[in-house]
Structure formats: structure tokens, C-alpha cells
């Protein structure tokens, strides 16, 4: 399989849930980012990994934790989360070298419900 | 503060129409400037990506031009198919760092009509 893969595609869950999304990319790209996309708002970036290490945390909720276990691999942990975060949630990667940001590629996305 | 500007926010026009995608940004120290189509209920495929230093790619019957210093980015689409509605997003690179953390206007919506 190619590109970048998420799973699950769709989720529902209430606000006592603990639930994860997770991507996996084939591009061997050294850079994994999570995005939200809410209706009529502009995606918006919450997690960058570069190597594996965090480098960018934009104010996101401590509801919301990253893990990147590897390069290509990332995951999104969920736990009490509020109903405004329903939202579709994108995974992407990149190949950057110092100085020369690459091309960015897109998951499918996951689909999220809070009930 | 980055800020990027799509306008229109939608657009219908017939089959066969040559048209033009408009993109504006705040803050004109990017790395690079890329363009996005995304599907209804589907993520995003990129499209067409201009590095700070090129005025513009083609791929097929996609244009897309950069000018930097006054911060604005076309889209040209020649001879629009139905199958080319979808919503086009652009995405400005934030300058600094080691990573490509864009950031995205809201979108124009096409519709093509047949």
C-alpha cells in the first residue's frame, strides 16, 4: 500500500470514551502532522513530529495526545472529549531537508463524532 | 500573524471555461506556497507546489502562478471538466523550523456544470 493511510475512516464516540486514530504513511517521509477540520474554518495544525520528536504543540488540549513511534507511524490518542470536537481529522507527512520544506501528502482522514 | 484570503469563496461556471482561483497571504516570508483539491468527506491531494523562489508550476491543465512580494497566488484551470468541482484550498508554508507547517484558507468551492 502507498501513500498515506488512516484508520478508522469513521468514528462515534461519547465523551467518557478513550479512543485512538492512527496513520501510517509508505512514503518514507521524516515529518508526520496532524490537522483539524472543522466546518467553515480553516484547517488548523495541532501536532507536528519531526524524527519522531514533537516539535510543534499549537494549544491544543491536553484531551488530544500525540504519539509517534516510529517514523511511519502516528498516532492520535482521545480521551473526554466535548461534542465542538467533532471534526474530520487529517494525518500528513512530508520530506524535509534543513532549510527546504517538502510537499506535504494527505490521509483520507477520520471522521470524528462526539455524542 | 499569517493570515491566507481565498476569494471566491464559491464559484459555478460551465463546462469548457477557462478560470481563475484567487489566493492572498498576510506575510510574505513563506517557503512555499501549494495548492489543494479536497473531495467532499475526503482529504486533501496536492495539486501543485511553488518553492519561494519559482513564479509558477503547471501540471496539465493547472497553472498555478506566485507572486510573493505582494502576497498572492493564482490558480488558472483551463477548460473546466465536470469532474473538476471539488473545493480548492491553498496553503502558505510558515517560514522558519525544519518542518512544512502550512497554513490554509477556507477554500473556494467549484462547480462545473455540464
Known amino acids: 500500500e502507498t501513500g498515506v493511510t488512516q484508520t478508522p475512516r469513521h468514528l462515534v464516540m461519547g465523551m467518557t470514551n478513550k479512543k485512538s486514530l492512527k496513520c501510517e504513511q509508505h512514503l518514507g517521509h521524516n515529518a508526520m502532522y496532524w490537522y483539524k477540520q472543522s466546518a467553515k474554518k480553516p484547517l488548523e495544525l495541532m501536532f507536528v513530529y519531526s524524527l519522531e520528536e514533537r516539535v510543534e504543540n499549537n494549544s491544543v488540549p491536553s484531551r488530544f495526545s500525540p504519539e509517534c513511534p516510529n517514523s511511519s507511524h502516528l498516532f492520535l490518542h482521545l480521551h473526554t472529549l466535548q461534542p465542538e470536537d467533532s471534526a474530520l481529522y487529517l494525518c500528513?507527512?512530508?520530506?524535509?531537508?534543513?532549510?527546504?520544506?517538502?510537499?506535504?501528502?494527505f490521509g483520507e482522514g477520520s471522521r470524528l463524532t462526539v455524542l | 500573524k499569517q493570515e491566507v484570503t481565498q476569494i471566491p469563496a464559491a464559484l459555478s461556471v460551465p463546462e469548457g471555461e477557462n478560470l481563475v482561483l484567487n489566493c492572498s497571504f498576510t506575510?510574505?516570508?513563506?517557503?512555499?506556497l501549494q495548492w489543494f483539491r479536497q473531495d467532499p468527506g475526503k482529504g486533501l491531494t496536492s495539486l501543485l507546489l511553488i518553492q519561494s523562489s519559482q513564479r509558477e508550476q503547471t501540471s496539465g491543465r493547472l497553472n498555478a502562478s506566485l507572486d510573493k512580494s505582494s502576497g498572492r497566488s493564482t490558480l488558472y484551470i483551463a477548460a473546466s471538466q465536470p469532474g473538476d468541482s471539488a473545493t480548492y484550498l491553498c496553503?502558505?508554508?510558515?517560514?522558519?523550523?525544519?518542518?512544512?507547517?502550512?497554513?490554509f484558507g477556507t477554500g473556494t468551492l467549484l462547480a462545473v456544470q455540464p
Open positions: 500528513a507527512s512530508s520530506q524535509d531537508t534543513q532549510g527546504w520544506a517538502g510537499e506535504l501528502f
Open positions: 506575510d510574505s516570508a513563506i517557503y512555499n
Open positions: 496553503a502558505v508554508s510558515r517560514y522558519g523550523g525544519a518542518t512544512n507547517k502550512l497554513i
